[in-house]
């Protein structure tokens, strides 16, 4: 079993920056594929950035590339997003996620953290 919880979500103009962190509890965070997803109104949960389980691999969403940056401390338990050169189209409820195999679809995620909401302003 895994908790995460999210933190590091708030209101930020166009071309600021946010970072969110995602505290996890529980077994063997050094064993899990952290991902990062978001979800905004009206909208299908989507995949945002994920991290392997030492760090030495990471991925992004075309939309991200370049602008965000995930990262990760197992000493700590935790998992960052680093979000800079933010756009009213990030404004979303994002949200991290713990997984045994690499993945970028939600449905194969098995925990999940409660999010955090993101809101950019133009």
């Known amino acids: 079993q895994v908790q995460l919880v999210e933190s590091g979500g708030g209101l930020v103009q166009a071309v600021g920056s946010l970072r969110l962190s995602c505290a996890a509890s529980?077994?063997?965070?050094?064993?899990?594929?952290m991902g990062w997803f978001r979800q905004a109104p009206g909208k299908e949960r989507e995949f945002v950035a994920a991290?392997?389980?030492?760090?030495?691999?990471?991925y992004y969403a075309d939309s991200v590339k370049g602008r965000f940056t995930i990262s990760r401390d197992n000493a700590k338990n935790t998992v960052y997003l680093q979000m800079n050169s933010l756009k009213p189209e990030d404004t979303a409820v994002y949200y991290c996620?713990?997984?045994?195999?690499?993945?970028?679809?939600?449905?194969?995620?098995?925990?999940w953290g409660q999010g955090t909401q993101v809101t950019v302003s133009s």
């Open positions: 996620a713990a997984a045994f195999h690499l993945a970028v679809e939600p449905g194969q995620y098995d925990y």
């Open positions: 529980g077994r063997s965070f050094s064993d899990r594929f």
């Open positions: 991290i392997r389980r030492t760090g030495g691999g990471t």
